[in-house]
């Protein structure tokens, strides 16, 4: 089945350290996002990448890192400069007509 | 730019009860508007899209949602909610040219009382 997978579900971090939270799609969908969702927040843009070895920060980059080496593949890397990482992570690829954006499953990651 | 409104932050029906969400946007042209359903812990998944034509859009699970331009407004609405619709209700607007970057409101949960 056609989808977007991402890995891991449940993901716990010290703090100081780097964690990749990874996102596959075999959509062969060109672009790709990473949004944070946080209660009462609603879904806030970290990076997004429109082709393969391009990426644009959003609105929330700081602390956070991409590549883009594959269509397939859009990881993210929640750095320890990111104060505050405790949160659900999303990836989505757009649709190749009308804005439709197809979703993962969500990551949640707990800093201890 | 473009932005989205949901003033409800939270809505209680009772099961069986019709329902209305409500969403404004804020765009200069005729946007792409959508209804996204979350569960918890989940993914979002797309209810309905607007993009031109008919202004009433039927979606997925028995929802349907009305452009109204004059309004700047893309209701949804249900006849009957079933306790399973208990969920998360994501609007958003996107537009051609350069970027794509949708946009999407804070959100509005939906809890189905018995």
């Known amino acids: 089945d056609g989808g977007i997978t991402q890995s891991p579900k449940y993901l716990f971090r010290k703090e100081g350290q780097n964690v990749t939270l990874s996102c596959e799609q075999n959509?062969?969908?060109?672009?790709m996002y990473w949004y944070r969702q946080d209660p009462g927040q609603g879904l806030r843009l970290i990076y997004y990448?429109?082709?393969?070895?391009?990426?644009q920060k959003g609105d929330i980059a700081e602390g956070y890192s991409v590549s883009r080496e594959k269509k397939e593949s859009f990881p993210l890397t929640v750095t320890s400069a990111q104060k505050n990482p405790t949160a659900f992570y999303l990836c989505?690829?757009?649709?190749?007509?009308?804005?439709?954006?197809?979703f993962g499953e969500g990551s949640r990651l707990t800093v201890l | 730019a473009q932005s989205v409104t949901q003033p409800d932050i939270h809505i209680t029906v009772s099961e069986g009860a019709s329902l209305e969400l409500r969403c404004n946007y804020s765009?200069?042209?005729?946007?792409?508007l959508f209804w996204y359903v979350q569960s918890p812990g989940q993914g979002l998944q797309l209810l309905l899209k607007?993009?031109?034509?008919?202004?009433l859009v039927q979606g997925i699970k028995g929802f349907e949602a009305e452009f109204k331009r004059s309004q700047s407004s893309f209701n949804l609405r249900k006849p009957s909610v079933h306790w399973s619709d208990a969920a998360e209700y994501f609007c958003a607007v996107g537009a051609e040219g350069g970027s794509y970057i949708p946009t999407f409101g804070r959100g509005t949960s939906l809890i189905v009382h018995p």
């Open positions: 989505a690829s757009l649709g190749t007509f009308f804005g439709e954006l197809f």
């Open positions: 990448s429109q082709i393969v070895n391009d990426f």
């Open positions: 959509l062969n969908h060109d672009a």
């Open positions: 607007y993009f031109s034509g008919d202004t």
């Open positions: 765009y200069g042209a005729t946007p792409y």
